[in-house]
């Protein structure tokens, strides 16, 4: 049996790989009134034979860690989608997969939840540079933002 090998669309996934530093902004939400700024980092990596992009995230806030996630982002060549799975310090299953398109230079997710809707837009701005915004929706068609960052790659 021969084994299969990452696509092309597999390997733009690679432009996240590397470790990077990212100012957000928060949008005020239920689960942070006031919202306000802070400093992320991300370590990533091309895994599993090219497949997968893996990322371990972290945020703090006034020198603290607020929040944590891991990420594995693919590409589902049965549907021609890009896959993002994310666990994180708040400890909900997440459902399964968002699911999403590369289309120009933005990489774009949108999952339903028993939270409501989210949507994650993926920005390349540059060689090292991106920007990462998440929207929020109750309904699916009302979206409001949640959090804007932009990230620069350290290595």
Do not use: C
Request: proline share 6%.
């Amino acid at each position: 049996m021969h084994m299969p090998k990452p696509t092309p669309h597999h390997e733009k996934l690679a432009h996240f790989a590397g470790t990077w530093e990212g100012d957000e902004k928060m949008h005020p939400s239920p689960w942070d009134p006031n919202g306000g700024p802070a400093k992320a980092f991300i370590e990533s990596k091309m895994d599993m034979d090219g497949f997968w992009l893996v990322s371990n995230y972290r945020q703090e806030r006034d020198g603290k860690v607020t929040y944590r996630g891991h990420g594995t982002y693919g590409y589902d060549t049965k549907k021609n989608e890009y896959v993002m799975y994310w666990f994180d310090s708040m400890g909900n299953d997440p459902g399964g997969p968002a699911r999403g398109k590369l289309e120009g230079d933005i990489l774009m997710f949108e999952m339903k939840s028993e939270q409501g809707y989210s949507r994650y837009i993926h920005k390349l701005t540059g060689v090292g540079r991106y920007e990462m915004s998440i929207q929020m929706s109750q309904d699916g068609k009302e979206w409001r933002l949640w959090l804007e960052s932009t990230w620069t790659r350290k290595s």
